[in-house]
């Protein structure tokens, strides 16, 4: 019984890698017109493109193994380095489909709840929503000398944003202590801040985590600023970091697969409002996204290959590795 249940997962598991790969055949068919202006790209730009999506791969590699090393779970960062670009290729697919499949790998291999792995990413993520909406009001008020209510309606957005990460953050747990409920809002909630008091420990995991996200706007800006310079537009460093934060904090929540289309649509609504031409911001993002979904191919079907070759999708009863 058991090996038929395996047998019929594995198939599925199959079925699954061939809709992500045809999914971002299909992307990349679509945005054929986008592919072949990165083909107009120098060897510079694109060796620089390449190196930076790698620089972006081993920082959520690193991620990985840096909250898992918090929950006590020693993932080889060689093994953190193939899920994550697994997981970046399936997240082209929807609902999240990477993180779901990297909680599924972690639970197989090293007995991991899914409650304590997805608390966590969810402590993580705040972290990345402070930093970023931080980011992107300074960054606003540096880039526009006169602000209208738009722009302070945006900003109070992102100020709420930064705020509201940062108490979840550093919500007491006594806080929750009343809540001896055993309803679904009061455990997680509970989870949450148990993720809290884990993660901040005496405050370098919360510093770590920061400089990490603070990283990534910075590796994020310099791939759109070689964008905009290959479409013949180049923009301000301030602006290629406002435009990597908004970018960055959108990305907690994939309305579309992978944020497709809406990511390289705020892009070009944030430069049109700061002075660049629509299309042209909206092109360079688009180079930007096409040299993503190669590398995103290139980096996943290893990891997915390493996935299936370790057994990592598929349980066994009995995790792997558990600790």
């Not at 058991?2 to 699954?16: D, E, F």
């Not at 599924?104 to 970023?132: C, D, G, K, Q, W």
Request: proline share 4%.
């Amino acid at each position: 019984m058991n090996g038929r249940l395996s047998a019929h997962r594995a198939a599925i598991i199959g079925v699954l890698q061939l809709v992500c790969v045809g999914f971002v055949a299909l992307v990349i068919w679509r945005r054929r017109n986008e592919i072949f202006a990165a083909f107009d790209l120098n060897a510079t730009a694109l060796l620089s493109l390449t190196v930076l999506m790698l620089l972006s791969h081993v920082q959520r590699a690193w991620e990985l193994t840096y909250l898992l090393r918090r929950l006590g779970v020693p993932e080889p960062f060689g093994d953190g380095f193939w899920l994550s670009g697994a997981s970046f290729l399936l997240n082209h697919l929807p609902l999240n489909a990477g993180l779901v499949v990297r909680a599924i790998v972690l639970r197989n291999e090293h007995a991991l709840p899914y409650a304590a792995f997805l608390s966590l990413t969810m402590v993580n993520v705040l972290v990345n929503v402070a930093v970023s909406a931080s980011c992107s009001v300074v960054l606003l008020a540096l880039l526009v000398p006169h602000l209208d209510a738009s722009v302070w309606t945006t900003m109070s957005i992102l100020i709420a944003l930064a705020v509201a990460s940062m108490l979840a953050l550093y919500l007491p747990r006594s806080a929750l202590t009343p809540l001896t409920s055993s309803g679904f809002i009061a455990r997680q909630l509970r989870a949450m801040s148990s993720a809290t008091a884990t993660m901040r420990g005496n405050g370098v995991a919360i510093g770590a985590s920061a400089a990490l996200a603070l990283s990534k706007v910075v590796v994020l800006a310099v791939r759109l600023s070689i964008c905009f310079d290959a479409v013949g537009s180049p923009v301000s460093p301030q602006l290629s970091c406002l435009l990597a934060a908004i970018t960055l904090v959108m990305s907690v929540v994939n309305i579309t697969p992978g944020n497709l289309g809406l990511r390289e649509t705020m892009v070009g609504v944030v430069s049109a409002q700061l002075g660049t031409s629509l299309v042209i911001a909206m092109a360079a993002a688009s180079i930007d996204r096409v040299v993503s979904l190669g590398y995103g191919v290139i980096a996943g079907l290893p990891g997915l290959y390493s996935l299936q070759r370790r057994g990592s999708l598929i349980s066994r009863g009995e995790p792997k590795r558990a600790r």
